[in-house]
Nanobody, 122 residues
C-alpha cells in the first residue's frame, strides 16, 4: 500500500514559477514509476510527466515539455514538479500517481494523491 500526499500548490502570475511536492508512504516507493497528472475544470486528466524508480527515464507531456521538471528523492520518499514559465492554461488540480510501468494513461496508475490546486493568473 502506498499513500500519496501533494503539497505546494497555490496562486501565481503568468510567467512565474511554482513547485509542488508529493510525499509517499511505504517502503516500496523506489519500485514505482511516479507521475504527475492534471485536471482542469470540465476536462479529463492530462498526463504531465513521469519518472522511473531509478530516475533514469523521464517523459513529459507535450504541453509542458521544456517548462516543467520532474524529480524524485528516494531518501525522502518524495517526488517534485518544478513548473516554470507558467501560463493561465496550466491552471488545474495537479495529482501525483504511482504505477509499475512508464505509462502516460491514467488507467494504469494504482495509487493517487488527493490533488493540489495550481492557479495561474493572466
Amino acid at each position: 500500500q502506498v499513500q500519496l500526499v501533494e503539497s505546494g500548490g497555490g496562486l501565481v502570475q503568468a510567467g512565474g514559477s511554482l513547485s509542488v511536492s508529493c510525499a509517499a508512504s511505504g517502503r516500496t516507493f523506489g519500485n514505482f514509476v511516479m507521475a504527475w497528472f492534471r485536471q482542469a475544470p470540465g476536462n479529463g486528466r492530462e498526463f504531465v510527466a513521469h519518472i522511473s524508480g531509478s530516475s533514469t527515464v523521464i517523459n513529459y507531456g507535450k504541453s509542458v515539455k521544456g517548462r516543467f521538471t520532474i524529480s524524485r528523492d528516494k531518501a525522502k520518499n518524495t517526488v517534485y514538479l518544478q513548473m516554470n514559465s507558467l501560463k493561465p492554461e496550466d491552471t488545474a488540480v495537479y495529482y501525483c500517481a504511482a504505477a509499475r510501468g512508464l505509462l502516460t494513461q491514467e488507467n494504469g496508475y494504482i495509487y493517487w494523491g488527493q490533488g493540489t490546486q495550481v492557479t495561474v493568473s493572466s
